[in-house]
């Protein structure tokens, strides 16, 4: 099973990108069980965490990142978002969209959607 994730691809220095977390309907039944996020992957870097968000929209930020992404996510849809803007080239990699069910921990990750940003 895995999360559909979309939006990636090529942008310069300061631009955006809207990056797409689909979760497929037959599996996620308990959408608003599942803390939703987006992690990332830069080349010859361990992957870490973007953002995440709860089903009632508590959301957390890695410093890098805060106050230039933003994290949604539409529950009736059982979709999630990550808003990007000023981007960087730092900010170049594979970034993953995950699921987390809040009470049993049980994980899914979807297939990786690249970001690169040209400075």
């Known amino acids: 099973v895995q999360l559909q994730a979309s939006g990636g691809g090529l942008v310069q220095a300061g631009g955006s990108l809207r990056l797409s977390c689909k979760a497929p309907g037959s599996i996620f039944s308990t959408y608003v069980q599942y803390v939703m996020g987006w992690y990332r992957q830069a080349p010859g870097k361990q992957r870490e965490l973007v953002a995440t968000?709860?089903?009632?929209?508590?959301?957390d930020y890695a410093d890098s990142i805060e106050g230039r992404f933003t994290i949604s996510r539409d529950n009736s849809r059982k979709t999630t978002w990550l808003q990007m803007n000023s981007l960087n080239a730092e900010d170049t990699g594979v970034y993953l969209c995950?699921?987390?069910?809040?009470?049993?921990?049980?994980?899914?990750w979807g297939q990786g959607t690249q970001v690169t940003v040209s400075s």
């Open positions: 968000i709860s089903s009632g929209g508590d959301r």
């Open positions: 995950n699921a987390r069910h809040r009470t049993n921990g049980a994980e899914f």
